[in-house]
């Protein structure tokens, strides 16, 4: 028995319940390939998370800031910031079934590749196993996950992100054999061998994000960034649940949702599919900007969706925390973020720090502090030329301290949803907020949805690229076949009883590059006409594309902007669609159009057939 003999390892945290017969032979197996000093088995208790807090701390990966209780700044490698889409992988059994928007590889090949790169990866360090539940633990069909990692910071991060720890081995263990869990697997990829110092963000250059639908596993290596390493986020609840949805008839969503109530107390739900950094979260906290509405938040960046017994599409949130864009929140554009996170328990990632010990990013004042440390750890005073935060900097902090989190937010059926909102970050041509005329034009301008590309992914940023219902990088399958999915969503009930679909832009700019609209709390104006068009009592005019408010039917009561800037940002005009048009036929195209649904070409070729009768 050599001393990388799982059996010789020393296990510590330990659960009082039994362990689910599966897990145990799993985590064997992967200790004896990563060759881990030790095994810890998470109890997501308090004591557990302060002692990664502290561990985290000292080896240099945290900073304890002091204007919050329990809050962690931590800066990552300046080569870690991000998702990175090129380096992953939908390694379905064959290319076809991952489609054209996908990286693939074929299961067999990218296992024994990435086996080669975990032969000892874990080598001088810990390794954690995660017990994990995407969505409320009594909902009627919970989804389970386990996630061996060796970072503590993905530890603590999931713990904050997922309901976790002894509830949940209770739950497998409970349920036995026949309950079900996606396996993933992640490692920084920094081996330690004896006496090798640890760096404060171990990672590594070549990275993978592999996903197996077929076996419902993610095997991710070499990033300890976010939406890369917390498996339970993008990996599962999107990329994997996707294939488990359209399998089972239902939706995993890059979506928000919220419950607004009106000024007569009436209640409706909303889910909201905006790209990486084009506002979920602070649609899914809005301070709502007309009197007598009332907004709460239920989820900010992932929505689960089935059907209910009244022939409904219900909402849950399967995360427990949010893992938010820091810059560009603050006072006036997100009051409910700033108080979440003053209520601490918090890890900040790639901040700047301020001089007292607490964080600061661009936005989150209108001046800034004379003197911070920025996120590459430089002083930075107001001169300096580069952002004193990574533009994709976050903060990860529980939803429970939300001040508008809505009590339904962990209900198990979920919340029955009104609406669907597609939107996009366009510069043109995309009106403020259009109302589909049906569900399958909704699904047709969701296939088109377009977006200027953020800091959220590794590459160029600002370049409009089609991101259909901002599932571009987190669709397990072939983008054609979820658009048949999206379309057969309406066999399963009665048409009055799906949601209506709007698509909104709150981006579009003016010939001087200014936002013509002034969106956070004022979008709350856009979804006052869009509940108000359910409810059929506000007017539209009918465009090629669906109907759009007349300036009349948008409640600008109190709004102090020019009304030139809102009827150029309603405008739907002709001779953009009609320059918009070769790019949708591209991008139907780059999918191969046969995979096309024929109701969604069907669509195409009469949006294009209006711009030329017009
Ligand atoms: P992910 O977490 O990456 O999925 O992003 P998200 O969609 O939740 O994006 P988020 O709400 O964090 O917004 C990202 C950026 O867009 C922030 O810098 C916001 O300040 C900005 N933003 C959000 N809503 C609006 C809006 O209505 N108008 C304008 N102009 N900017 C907005
Ligand atoms: C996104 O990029 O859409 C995020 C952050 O919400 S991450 O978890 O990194 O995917
Ligand atoms: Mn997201």
Same mark, same amino acid.
């Given at each position: ?32 390939? *990563? ?22 701390? $000292? ?19 300046? &080569? =870690? ?8 992988? @939908? ?31 874990? !080598? ?21 996950? @386990?996630?061996?990692?060796?970072? +503590? ?26 309950? /079900? ?65 359209? $399998? +089972? ?11 607004? *109530? ?38 900010? $960046? ?26 560009? *929140? ?36 209108? !001046?800034?502090? =004379?003197?911070? @440390?920025?996120?590459?750890?430089? $002083? ?8 004193? &935060? ?38 043109? *041509? ?26 959220? &992914? ?114 739907? =005009?002709?001779? /953009? ?14 999918? =191969? ?16 057939? &209006?711009?030329?009768?017009?």
């Amino acid at each position: 028995m050599t001393a990388s003999d799982p059996r010789t390892i020393s296990s510590a945290g330990g659960h009082d319940s039994d362990t689910h017969p599966d897990v145990e032979a799993w985590v064997a197996e992967v200790a004896a390939l *990563t060759r881990p000093a030790r095994i810890h088995w998470c109890t997501g208790t308090e004591a557990e998370a302060a002692e990664f807090s502290r561990q985290l701390v $000292d080896k240099g990966t945290f900073v304890q800031l002091e204007d919050a209780p329990n809050s962690f700044l931590a800066t990552s490698d300046p &080569a =870690d910031v991000a998702r990175v889409e090129d380096r992953t992988f @939908i390694c379905s059994d064959t290319a076809e079934q991952a489609g054209p928007t996908n990286n693939w590889m074929a299961p067999g090949r990218m296992k024994d590749l990435m086996t080669g790169l975990y032969d000892g990866c874990m !080598t001088g360090r810990t390794m954690y196993v995660i017990a994990y539940c995407m969505g409320p633990l009594d909902a009627a069909d919970p989804k389970y996950g @386990i996630e061996i990692t060796d970072s +503590e910071y993905v530890a603590l991060s999931m713990r904050i992100m997922t309901r976790t720890g002894n509830p949940v081995w209770d739950k497998l263990a409970d349920n036995g054999r026949e309950v /079900e869990f996606v396996r993933g697997l992640h490692s920084v990829g920094a081996p330690l061998q004896h006496g090798d110092a640890d760096v404060p963000w171990p990672c590594n250059s070549t990275k993978y994000i592999s996903h197996f639908p077929q076996t419902r596993e993610i095997w991710s290596y070499g990033s300890g960034y976010g939406g890369n390493a917390l498996l339970g986020k993008k990996c599962f609840a999107l990329r994997i649940a996707s294939a488990m949805a359209r $399998d +089972e008839g239902w939706l995993a969503e890059h979506m928000l949702i919220l419950k607004l *109530t009106n000024p007569q107390g009436k209640v409706h739900y909303i889910a909201a599919a905006f790209p990486s950094a084009c506002g979920k979260t602070n649609l899914a906290m809005l301070t709502p900007t007309l009197p007598g509405w009332k907004a709460e938040t239920i989820g900010d $960046d992932i929505a689960w969706m089935r059907f209910g017994d009244d022939g409904r599409l219900y909402a849950t949130n399967p995360e427990a925390g949010f893992f938010g864009v820091a810059p560009g *929140t603050g006072d006036a554009t997100n009051p409910n973020a700033i108080a979440t996170l003053a209520a601490g328990n918090t890890v900040y990632t790639n901040t700047a720090l301020t001089d007292n010990g607490g964080t600061w990013w661009e936005g989150r004042t209108d !001046t800034p502090p =004379d003197h911070l @440390i920025d996120w590459l750890g430089r $002083d930075w005073t107001p001169d300096t030329t580069t952002p004193a &935060a990574h533009p994709n900097s976050r903060y990860c902090t529980p939803i429970e301290q939300c001040p508008t989190v809505a009590p339904e937010w962990n209900a198990p059926a979920g919340v029955p949803i009104s609406a669907i909102l597609f939107g996009g970050r366009r510069a043109s *041509t995309i009106p403020l907020v259009t109302q589909a005329s049906s569900w399958e034009q909704g699904v047709f301008l969701g296939s088109i949805l377009s977006s200027e590309t953020t800091a959220a &992914a590794t590459g160029q940023v600002g370049v409009v690229r089609r991101d259909p219902m901002a599932m571009l990088p987190f669709l397990g399958y072939h983008a054609g076949d979820y658009f048949r999915h999206w379309l057969e969503i309406a066999d399963h009930t009665r048409s009055d009883l799906l949601p209506k679909i709007f698509y909104v832009n709150w981006f579009r700019r003016g010939d001087d590059r200014r936002f013509l609209w002034p969106g956070f709390g004022e979008n709350t104006r856009v979804l006052d006409w869009a509940l108000r068009r359910i409810d059929g009592t506000a007017d539209a005019v009918q465009t090629p594309i669906g109907s759009i408010p007349t300036l009349d039917a948008l409640d600008l009561t109190g709004l102090d902007v020019d009304r030139a800037d809102i009827e150029a940002a309603l405008a739907f =005009d002709t001779a /953009e669609w009609q320059q918009e048009i070769p790019l949708i036929d591209d991008w139907y195209a780059s999918l =191969d159009a046969t995979t096309i649904p024929v109701a969604l070409r069907g669509q195409l070729a009469a949006l294009a057939a &209006a711009l030329t009768d017009t």
